[in-house]
């Protein structure tokens, strides 16, 4: 999931109300459960995230993120947590990058005594293009901490992966996991030149590679790892239609689930393998969702 999209409600409603801002209609409607398009859902993210101002915010963020877990499982607890830095520290310039690491060190610590490990993922934006994609590293690659493991690119799929392969051979040099927003807002395809053209090791979404039978067997053949997100996929994807996910699991695609923005679109795990049973997996199938769910989880190799 997303750090940024990952703030409680009613602590985000608190902070609009003593900013003296409005709580967007965008935002408002997602809280409903009402589904929108790709665009409101940036501004309701972008609202949310212009609150991450210190330190003490970064950690409400991820204690609101690892109290979504499910209580009481028996098998590890981990998020996968993707997070912004060029756009809070440089282009919002709402706290130093000292204060995100710090942040995050400490709500991290936090989260190992409670039994829950927390990877962290750096997110450039694919829309703004490769040049950016190079000012987030230039950013952080002066001292990441032991926590972030990868890189990827969230946003509208608008600049081909293929563009964006220098930038991710130089994440990949500095001891990065590449990963990627793909075949969400974008077409299928997307998702093969991610793999083909961009050496992406890690698929985000992934749902529009149903489209077409070779793209999974792509996902099947390569071990690809996708993240899936159904209650985000109902809120954003439009004509989405049935969900593929029984598909791409019965091609052979490791899916795993995951929640995305919950702070935006509410959802928790829990539910999450709820929809997914609804779809009609069997019990094996949902066994497989586990199983990769830990297998391919950036947070228990640390």
Do not use: Y
């Amino acid at each position: 999931m997303h750090l940024e999209g990952g703030l409680a409600p009613a602590w985000l409603r608190r902070q609009a109300e003593q900013a003296g801002l409005p709580v967007p209609d965008s935002l408002e409607a997602f809280w409903r459960g009402e589904s929108q398009p790709f665009e409101r859902f940036i501004e309701a993210f972008l609202f949310g995230s212009g609150f991450l101002k210190d330190s003490a915010a970064v950690m409400a963020a991820l204690a609101a993120i690892t109290g979504r877990l499910p209580m009481g499982s028996k098998g590890p607890r981990a998020v996968d947590l993707w997070v912004s830095p060029h756009f809070l520290v440089r282009f919002k310039r709402l706290l130093s990058l000292e204060q995100l690491w710090g942040g995050l060190d400490e709500g991290i610590a936090e989260a190992r005594r409670q039994g829950v490990a927390v990877a962290v993922v750096l997110d450039a934006v694919n829309h703004f293009g490769p040049a950016h994609g190079h000012e987030v590293l230039d950013l952080v690659l002066g001292g990441l901490p032991d926590f972030v493991v990868g890189f990827s690119t969230g946003g509208l799929e608008g600049v081909p992966f293929s563009l964006w392969a220098p930038v991710f051979d130089r994440a990949r040099a500095a001891g990065l996991k590449i990963a990627a927003h793909a075949g969400e807002n974008g077409p299928g395809e997307n998702v093969r030149e991610a793999i083909r053209e961009g050496g992406v090791e890690r698929i985000v979404h992934g749902i529009r590679a149903a489209e077409a039978p070779e793209i999974l067997e792509l996902l099947a053949d390569r071990l690809i790892p996708v993240d899936v997100c159904p209650s985000s996929n109902k809120a954003l994807v439009a004509n989405l239609g049935a969900h593929p996910l029984p598909a791409m699991l019965r091609a052979g695609v490791r899916c795993a689930l995951g929640t995305d923005d919950p702070g935006v679109i509410p959802c928790d795990l829990a539910g999450e393998w709820a929809l997914a049973q609804g779809m009609g997996l069997n019990t094996q199938e949902m066994g497989l969702l586990k199983r990769f769910a830990v297998e391919d989880a950036w947070a228990l190799r640390l």
